[in-house]
């Protein structure tokens, strides 16, 4: 009975979730969404009750120029863009044996998960732990982005948002530039 609830839920105990509405992007009916030389793209009523966590897949294909992809919290449409936001991860890349670490202490205005080198496709897997509950957020993301070098990056690293609010979606953007590309949100069944 699990097995084909699972099966007809999005199998493997996830489930696609389809936004209320979408700002600078075009859902394909089902969820997916598609952007194109957007400077930001915001998913609005993506995380709900029925799912306690969600993940998001990014599969970016091109941009303005290399970018640094950064990511905030909304509730009711509107962005965190206070200085809610901490992040601490792990960094190395295929042509060094040096893992480097970093961390940034609570006072950020949105979460890095991670960069992208505009002539290479990257994809961005971000896992997001009870956004809509009425405490903190915390997400976990990785990140592997080819380089023109033939060097492929890879980025692990853990976000906190330290708002006790019910959030509802979220919006992604580069530092600078635009980009183009996919995204999909996932509920995890229970």
Not at 165 to 180: E, H, K, L, M, R
Request: hydrophobic share 30%; net charge positive; charged share 10%.
């Amino acid at each position: 009975m699990t097995k084909a609830r699972d099966l007809a839920n999005g199998g493997f105990g996830l489930v696609l979730m389809k936004p209320s509405s979408v700002v600078n992007g075009t859902d394909n009916g089902k969820g997916t969404i598609s952007y194109s030389g957007a400077t930001s793209v915001s998913l609005n009523g993506v995380f709900n009750s029925t799912y306690k966590n969600y993940r998001l897949i990014i599969n970016q294909s091109s941009a303005s120029s290399t970018v640094s992809m950064r990511c905030r919290m909304r509730t009711n449409s509107s962005d965190d863009s206070g200085g809610n936001y901490a992040l601490a991860g792990l960094y190395t890349r295929s042509d060094s044996a040096t893992i480097a670490s970093w961390r940034d202490a609570i006072g950020l205005t949105s979460w890095y998960i991670g960069d992208f080198n505009s002539s290479r496709p990257t994809v961005f897997t971000v896992e997001v732990y009870n956004p809509f509950i009425a405490t903190q957020t915390t997400l976990n993301v990785a990140c592997s982005n080819p380089d023109t070098s033939n060097t492929i990056f890879a980025f692990q690293h853990q976000g906190y948002n330290s708002q006790a609010t019910a959030q509802d979606g979220f919006t992604i953007f580069p530092a600078s530039g635009n980009i183009t590309g996919t995204i999909s949100v996932y509920g995890y069944n229970n």
